[in-house]
Structure formats: C-alpha cells, structure tokens
C-alpha cells in the first residue's frame, strides 16, 4: 500500500507562482510514472503533468512552457511547479503514482490552488 500526500497549494494572485510537493510513503519497492491532476468545479479531472521513473516529462498544453515537473527518486517525491498562474488554473491539484509490476494507481487527497485577484 502506498500513500500520497500533497503540500503546497493555496491562493496566489495572477501570474504568480506556487510549487506543489508530493511525497509517497508505505511500502514501496519502485514507483512507476509520477503525475499532477487536477480537477475544477463541474469539470473532469485531467492529466496536468507527467514524469516517468527515468525523468520523462510530458504537459498538457495548456500549461506548457508554464509548469515544471520534476521528482526525485531517492526520496519518492514529486514536485509542481507553477509559474504565470492563470484564473482557469483553479482547481483541486491531485498527485498520482503508479507501483511496478501491477501498475496499481495511487492518488492523494488533494490541495486546493485558488488563482485570484
């Protein structure tokens, strides 16, 4: 079993900036890709960022060239980082793992990011 558990989010005002941290714990023997989801009011939850276990990254377009994800494997954390915050950025932010060799799927609770004036 594998817990997530977020840190990080919190209001910020446009083109401001905020990192989101993630760490795993319980136990664990290799984690797979690493990701950050979120999910706005009325909407379905989409696939903000993702990073595999040898550091290959892939966006959603509508955050690239603003968002940066990277993790470290030593320390089974992953991290967000935000920059240019936008209004539409808004919504619970969800970080995910995946655990070889079942490929098991793993979600923390959430951290809220407010983008607002």
């Known amino acids: 079993q594998v817990q997530l558990v977020e840190s990080g989010g919190g209001l910020v005002q446009p083109g401001g900036s905020l990192r989101l941290s993630c760490v795993a714990s319980?136990?664990?023997?290799?984690?797979?890709?690493m990701a950050w989801y979120r999910q706005a009011p009325g909407k379905q939850r989409e696939q903000v960022a993702r990073?595999?276990?040898?550091?290959?990254?892939n966006y959603a377009d509508s955050v690239k060239g603003r968002f940066t994800i990277s993790r470290d494997n030593s320390k089974n954390r992953v991290w967000l980082q935000m920059n240019g915050l936008k209004p539409e950025d808004t919504a619970v932010y969800y970080c995910y793992a995946n655990t070889p060799p079942t490929w098991r799927d793993y979600w923390g609770q959430g951290t809220q990011v407010t983008v607002s004036s």
């Open positions: 319980g136990h664990i023997f290799e984690i797979g890709a």
């Open positions: 990073i595999t276990s040898s550091g290959v990254t």
